[in-house]
């Protein structure tokens, strides 16, 4: 499997209040992303995650070390365009990132400025929408929509672009749990369906479930990077940076610590349910 984003000994700070040592946001970090994957990003407040997100497609460069989007160096100001049709970013609050008074016009506006033809623009428009769901809705206000509905519709258009990859930095933080599960389907469907490498920086544990790969930051390093069910079985490390565990994974240490036999691998519901009901049969 490709690469899509590698990170070599990245190190990024931001500026220090005048008198004051800066404290960087990222400390030499190595990562690669395959091509085609769904990978999450956890991580506490000030962790590094969503710095590194803003790597992924230029909003920031490294200090030191390089950031590479299929081989192109994120360095490189010729390379610019190229990176960010590449990779595309969804970012916390929609409304950001809406800058039309009508659906169809806002998932144009991104092929428009990069004068793609306006057949292909329509066709564009119309296999976005539909690909997140909200066809329905293309000559609507964005505005009268819901926040889950306007994230889908930021998704469209950086779909409209027909990048190879999407970046959704806390992209689900202001929604509510409808409007998350209704982004979170989009973008897995979009990954499974169509094969979209999607790289998700969250803080909802949950989130990260049906991930094929999750990674933790904590004070801008990588401290854990493995399977869900890999990565959530070690509580107490997750606990120690700062971080809960899934709730089937809380319910199963608990009853741990109270001298069951339990795994604590059991991500979802039903394995969890199966889990302890196994224990007890035995």
Do not use: W
Not at 58 to 72: C, H, I, N, T
Not at 247 to 264: A, F, I, N, S
């Amino acid at each position: 499997m490709s690469v899509m984003i590698q990170a070599k000994e990245v190190r990024f700070a931001y500026p220090a209040p005048e008198g004051r040592d800066a404290v960087p946001a990222l400390d030499g970090v190595n990562l690669a992303i395959e091509r085609g994957t769904f990978t999450v990003i956890l991580g506490h407040n000030g962790s590094g995650k969503s710095t590194f997100a803003k790597m992924c497609n230029a909003v920031l460069l490294p200090d030191d070390g390089a950031v590479y989007v299929e081989g192109l160096d994120t360095r490189d100001d010729n390379l610019l365009l190229s990176v960010r049709q590449r990779v595309g970013m969804v970012f916390q609050n929609p409304d950001n990132q809406i800058v039309a008074n009508v659906v169809e016009e806002d998932v144009a506006f991104a092929p428009e400025n990069l004068g793609v033809p306006s057949g292909e623009i329509r066709q564009r428009v119309d296999d976005s929408l539909n690909a997140v769901g909200m066809y329905e809705f293309v000559t609507h206000a964005p505005h009268l929509l819901s926040g889950g509905q306007k994230q889908r519709v930021a998704i469209a258009g950086v779909l409209a672009m027909r990048p190879d990859c999407i970046v959704l930095d806390e992209a689900t933080a202001m929604l509510d749990p409808m409007g998350r599960r209704e982004v979170l389907s989009a973008v897995r469907r979009l990954n499974r369906e169509q094969g979209i490498t999607v790289l998700l920086i969250t803080h909802h544990m949950n989130e990260a479930e049906d991930a094929d790969r999750v990674i933790v930051m904590d004070d801008g390093k990588i401290v854990m990077d493995g399977t869900p069910k890999e990565v959530f079985s070690r509580v107490e490390q997750l606990r120690d940076t700062g971080l809960t565990v899934p709730e089937t994974v809380d319910l199963l240490d608990r009853l741990c610590q109270d001298g069951m036999q339990l795994p604590l691998d059991a991500l979802s519901v039903d394995e969890c349910a199966d889990a302890i009901a196994a224990a007890l049969a035995s």
